[in-house]
């Protein structure tokens, strides 16, 4: 499977499988396109060739009626250019901005084999430990290199991660190349390029400065991760919810339950470190992902030296007992007027 998901977060599959895309087979600029990859509220994404040196791309096209939309070409080019910032192994490359007058607005970007974290979530649950902390850790990487360049992601979340085929020369215990997609909502650090008190994100992975509103820095992403951490580890979001509001409300209010009464294999440092990074004030979290990676670190040399030896969770003294309901469902009636009152005001914005 290729990167059919970099448009706008990846929820939609390529477009009705019986009608083709817009542009399917037609040349864009020295491109061909040649099949729907994706399609979101904003852009396709096809799989493309660039026609004299037939290099395989993927081509991210904004859709037609959205590029006389107030502020949408602004927000497609600044998508562009954040990514055109960041150079690294862990966020996917754009390769070339035809400055092209007429004409949709599109980019060229590489094209990736392999699944996404969501489809792989789909299919098995959650990762085995070894796995899931390397890909935290190729995450964090390029978190760190996102918030070097000045910018923010607040978008983190399984959709928006592409674990990539290894070659088919590599060994079995090679590592999984991961790469973050889709900067469509990301923000340049210290910017207002969102309207103040809009909520921008996707309900389940925002974090509470999100939730509410209110001015935000890297540690939203870090609050993010920890949200994908902890679906990864135990197979589970902490809160889970069917009404967008009371999601809401949960980031805002409620305490995650402890990883270790849904997965009880867990080490319990990397628990701790999850918990931390969920906590609802940023000034309690992790400061930045350099401080993540050194305890990912730390975590992954003491389950390579405990492996075999890591004590029962039930001979671990204090640790909880009784897990609750996964679910957290509606919030109580006062918490929930709380929450209306404070989000409706403001508005909620978020990817299609």
């Known amino acids: 499977m290729d990167v059919r998901r970099e448009a706008d977060g990846g929820q939609k599959p390529a477009t009705d499988p019986g009608r083709p895309a817009p542009l399917t087979g037609r040349d864009l600029g020295r491109y061909r396109l040649e099949h729907a990859l994706g399609s979101g509220g904003m852009a396709h994404v096809y799989a493309g060739r660039e026609r004299s040196s037939g290099q395989r791309v993927a081509i991210k096209v904004l859709h037609e009626g959205k590029a006389p939309q107030a502020g949408m070409r602004e927000r497609f080019e600044r998508e562009w250019r954040v990514m055109q910032e960041i150079v690294h192994p862990n966020v996917v490359a754009v390769l070339d901005w035809p ?7 599109y980019y060229a970007m590489e094209l990736l084999d392999g699944e996404t974290l969501a489809e792989r979530l789909d299919r098995d649950g959650r990762l085995p430990i070894d796995l899931a902390i390397d890909v935290f850790t190729q995450i964090a990487k390029g978190l760190s290199a996102v918030h070097a360049a000045g910018s923010i992601h607040r978008d983190i979340k399984p959709q928006n991660v592409f674990l990539c085929s290894r070659p088919a020369s590599s060994r079995p215990d090679d590592v999984v190349p991961v790469k973050i997609l ?23 992975y925002v974090s509470p400065e999100q939730a509410s509103g209110d001015r935000i820095d ?26 967008q509001v009371a999601t809401l409300g949960h980031q805002l209010l409620s305490p995650p339950p402890p990883l270790s009464w849904l997965e009880e294999t867990v080490p319990l440092s990397l628990e701790a470190l999850v918990m931390r990074m969920l906590r609802k004030r940023p000034d309690d979290r992790p400061a930045n992902m350099a401080d993540i990676l050194t ?3 730390s975590i992954e040399r003491e389950v390579a030296a405990s492996r075999g030896s890591m004590p029962a ?6 640790r909880p007992t009784n897990p609750p309901d996964d679910s957290y469902g509606p919030l109580n009636p006062l918490a929930e ?4 009152n404070a989000l409706v005001p403001k508005g909620f914005r978020r990817q299609k």
């Open 337 to 340: 007027s709380l929450v209306k």
């Open 295 to 297: 305890e990912l670190a």
């Open 182 to 204: 889709d900067f469509g909502l990301a923000r340049v650090l210290g910017s207002q390029i969102t309207g103040a008190g809009v909520i921008v994100g996707t309900p389940a």
């Open 313 to 318: 969770r039930d001979d671990v003294e204090g």
């Open 99 to 105: 400055d092209e007058p007429h004409g949709p607005l």
């Open 218 to 243: 890297q540690r939203a992403d870090v609050y993010a991760l920890g949200l994908l951490m902890y679906r990864v580890l135990t197979g589970h979001h902490p809160f889970t919810s069917d009404d």
